[in-house]
């Protein structure tokens, strides 16, 4: 099973998010293989959550299309074990920890390792509280992905140092969703990374053009895409396969050179 440094080690890592059951499952399915096929280097899997504080209205309104749909987590398990079956790129689950407390910590990195996910976001989890977490994933297998913001200056160093996977780099304050400019100093968070430990970092929320992926990858080792895939499944529902492809496969291109 390939690990979560795998995915950076072909050049800069393509990251795309996508909401689990978001028409249905079936469609999942489906996607998350055309973005395995067309140069994703690791797929965020979301599992949908009622009340997702760090998302903008894009993954909100997935998120409630999942559940209506009769999207739960073990049904999400289910489909992740189907996929491993093909294919052997990482795979990471990003949901929030009442999703983890509800269905049981334990019970859940079980299975999440059983099916063969390396690991896990909650982005809801301050670095001060990763504790409640961290311990019981590791002894799953599962890498627990850290997240730093533009405000985090004072703490990078002391979340990078704990970091596991790759640090998940917030470009912009406030929840997900496409922007039309990214202003934030990446390189400036990077660095600050980059002194405290040698891990990988992603850069994620607002990322939706080629112009701006390469921008990005330029100041990290990858970026992560969702609010815009989210869009096109929204706009093209079980039709959708081929557009996110044809996506996922414009925004490899645009990166793969640097």
């Given amino acids: 099973m390939t690990k979560i440094s795998d995915a950076f080690q072909n050049g800069k890592a393509f990251i795309p998010f996508i909401t689990c059951g978001d028409p249905d499952l079936e469609t999942t399915v489906q ?32 998120s409630g299309r999942a559940l209506a749909a009769g999207t739960t987590t073990d049904k999400i398990f289910d489909m992740v074990r189907v996929l491993r079956r093909e294919l ?40 001060e509280e990763k504790d409640e977490f961290a311990p019981a994933c590791r002894a799953h297998g599962l890498e627990l992905i850290s997240l730093i913001a533009p405000t ?17 780099c917030v470009s912009s304050l406030g929840v997900t969703g496409v922007r039309k400019e ?43 895409v969702g609010s815009a895939i989210v869009r096109i499944i929204a706009q093209y529902g079980r039709e959708a396969v081929p557009h996110v492809a044809e996506y996922v496969r414009e925004m490899k291109a645009a990166i793969a050179d640097l």
């Fill in 88 to 127: 052997t790129l990482p795979m990471v689950f990003m949901t929030y920890a009442n999703v983890v407390f509800s269905y049981g910590t334990e019970r859940f990195l079980t299975n999440a390792q059983e099916v063969g996910v390396q690991g896990l976001i909650l982005p809801d989890v301050p670095f």
């Fill in 182 to 224: 990214i202003t934030t100093d990446i390189a400036g968070m990077v660095e600050l990374v980059r002194q405290a430990k040698d891990i990988p970092c992603a850069i994620g929320f607002g990322i939706s053009t080629p112009e701006q992926a390469r921008k990005m990858a330029a100041s990290a080792d990858g970026v992560i």
């Fill in 31 to 62: 996607i998350v293989r055309a973005m395995a096929e067309n140069g994703a280097d690791l797929i965020e899997l979301g599992i949908p959550f009622s009340d997702p504080t760090a998302e903008g209205p894009v993954i909100q309104a997935a």
């Fill in 152 to 168: 985090s200056h004072q703490r990078i160093n002391a979340i990078a140092r704990e970091a596991e996977g790759f640090v998940y």
